[in-house]
């Protein structure tokens, strides 16, 4: 193991900002998944050209690397493989059983004429016709339902994380530049998985491997910091770019004030260009993520604030909070299109939801330190 990687893992301490992250990343993605919801609008895709989804399996490559970097220390690089492995085949039960019961509650309200049109909104209209074939194709993720598409693109990419925390370890920049190369032969050769002979996935793991790498790389090499503190410059120029990026995003949202962009502008920056993460979306949270660095140190007392724990919680509790929140967002949305969808009740669902994520995450690291022995449930 290369020498600076094993000091950086060694000198890591436990750092809140990635747990709240990736519980706005879980909070966002909640509401992000309830149309003509007012909340949604206060979500980072609406002010750039990131978004929820790249702040989550960014965190996430960081947040492996780190666990499973100093376990590489301590007990070999074969168990920390081995226990990510293992998260992989958490996360395809995870997704397997929500698959199972997701499909069976979307097709049982269609069914009822509650609100029949959803089963194609959802993506699952063969699922009347052809029940066992949707099942087993969601068992070999060839099916992907409506707001599904996350975890199941964490899988592969979980899968193949153990070859690349390997390379990080021992050679990091050469790691990150054979990642940046398989990223851009994707981009080039249109490379990606198939959900069925005519549609592919809605986020290409191919191109999608290169942000969660690099979450990895900036936690084995700690980057961040010395950008931060030998390149002010560099502050400006993200903040430049972040202002650049949400001119241009809010610009695109009326038509009036987006005849006044140039042509080549609107052509070249697509809103809606997630499948292959477009480049100009990695420069985005890259510079958003230098700023918040730079503007919330990982001690800065705001992270204490009582608002503020439960957020961390369910950024700690990511999975069992995410699966509970495609629920949620499902039954907001259902809510909303048979009943009157006023913004008081948006607010309402969302609000609600928001509670609903937040008592799951409770009670999942409740019940974890139930498991604990006495001495450890003390500390925990």
């Not at 007990?75 to 039960?93: D, H, K, N, P, S």
């Not at 650049?244 to 809010?250: D, I, Y």
């Amino acid at each position: 193991m290369k020498a600076s990687v094993k000091a950086n893992l060694a000198a890591f301490h436990h750092d809140a900002r990635l747990y709240l992250t990736l519980g706005i990343a879980n909070w966002s993605i909640f509401v992000d998944h309830i149309p003509n919801n007012v909340v949604n609008l206060l979500t980072l895709r609406n002010f750039g050209f990131s978004g929820a989804a790249d702040l989550f399996v960014f965190v996430v490559g960081y947040g492996v690397a780190i666990i499973h970097g100093r376990m590489s220390l301590e007990r070999g690089y074969l168990v920390a493989a081995t226990r990510i492995f293992r998260r992989v085949w958490r996360l395809y039960a995870a997704y397997v059983v929500l698959f199972v019961i997701y499909i069976d509650a979307i097709a049982y309200v269609a069914s009822q004429s509650m609100a029949p049109e959803i089963i194609h909104e959802y993506n699952i209209s063969g699922i009347l016709e052809h029940p066992l074939r949707i099942l087993i194709g969601g068992l070999v993720l060839q099916e992907e339902p409506l707001n599904l598409d996350l975890l199941q693109l964490m899988i592969p990419l979980m899968a193949l994380f153990p070859f690349a925390l390997w390379g990080l370890l021992r050679q990091p920049n050469v790691t990150l530049a054979a990642s940046v190369a398989l990223y851009l032969a994707a981009r080039w050769f249109e490379w990606n998985f198939r959900v069925s002979p005519d549609q592919e996935w809605t986020f290409n793991p191919l191109c999608w491997q290169m942000l969660m790498v690099l979450g990895g790389w900036f936690a084995v090499t700690g980057a961040p910091g010395r950008a931060l503190r030998d390149l002010p410059w560099l502050r400006l120029l993200a903040g430049s770019y972040l202002v650049f990026a949400m001119a241009v995003t809010l610009l695109r949202h009326s038509p009036e004030l987006s005849a006044y962009l140039p042509g080549l502008l609107l052509e070249s920056i697509a809103p809606t260009d997630k499948e292959n993460l477009a480049p100009y979306r990695v420069v985005h949270f890259l510079a958003l993520a230098l700023l918040a660095t730079h503007l919330v140190p990982a001690d800065h007392p705001g992270l204490r604030l009582k608002p503020l724990q439960a957020v961390i919680r369910c950024g700690e509790e990511w999975l069992a909070v995410f699966c509970v929140g495609v629920f949620l967002s499902f039954a907001g949305h259902l809510i909303l299109i048979t009943g009157p969808n006023l913004v008081a009740m948006q607010i309402v669902v969302s609000i609600i939801g928001f509670a609903a994520m937040t008592a799951v995450a409770y009670y999942v690291a409740w019940s974890k330190r139930q498991d604990m022995p006495a001495a450890l449930r003390q500390q925990a």
